[in-house]
């Protein structure tokens, strides 16, 4: 039940967050707003690799980051970060679909070492690192896209650029 709450909304956080990063231009990746913001190529690349971490928290129980972060592939286009994008986000959904209530509760941890950062039930980790994060770093790239004259799409309803929903 709980997945199965979680899916829709996970769909349409996924399908707005590329609709994004389509719009990211290959020649504006050097470009940054500020000296201590991230440029737009390091942006969309993290973009990319967050569902990943959907991948680690539904098929384990921890993660330490001094460990294994997975793939780490840094693209060097929008074609590429779209593809690790859709490559992350179809592995997530896979694994989120048909879980049950006791394993989107199972407590999960995050550990840099011996340190601990946080422990919370499965459930509310894919919430807040995978989905608010996503959000978080999407709402940034909005930003950017705007600065650059890149056309909004919709996010939560019609934008200036583009008056339609979808």
């Known amino acids: 039940m709980l997945a199965e709450i979680l899916l829709p909304e996970f769909d349409r956080e996924m399908a707005t967050t590329r609709r994004l990063l389509e719009r990211a231009r290959d020649e504006d990746f050097q470009w940054k707003p500020h000296e201590k913001s991230m440029t737009l190529h390091q942006l969309v690349a993290h973009l990319a690799q967050l569902p990943w971490w959907g991948e680690v928290v539904l098929t384990t129980e921890s993660l330490d980051l001094g460990g294994n972060m997975g793939d780490r592939t840094i693209p060097s286009s929008r074609a590429e970060v779209v593809a690790i994008f859709d490559r992350h986000v179809a592995a997530t959904r896979s694994r989120l679909n048909g879980k049950s209530d006791p394993e989107m509760v199972v407590p999960w941890t995050l550990r840099r070492g011996t340190q601990e950062i946080f422990t919370m039930p ?14 978080h770093h999407r709402g940034q790239l909005s930003v950017y896209l705007r600065q650059r004259d890149v056309p909004i799409p919709p996010i939560y309803g019609p934008s200036a650029d583009e008056g339609s929903w979808l």
């Open 122 to 135: 499965r459930i509310l980790v894919l919430r807040t690192m995978v989905l608010s994060h996503m959000i």
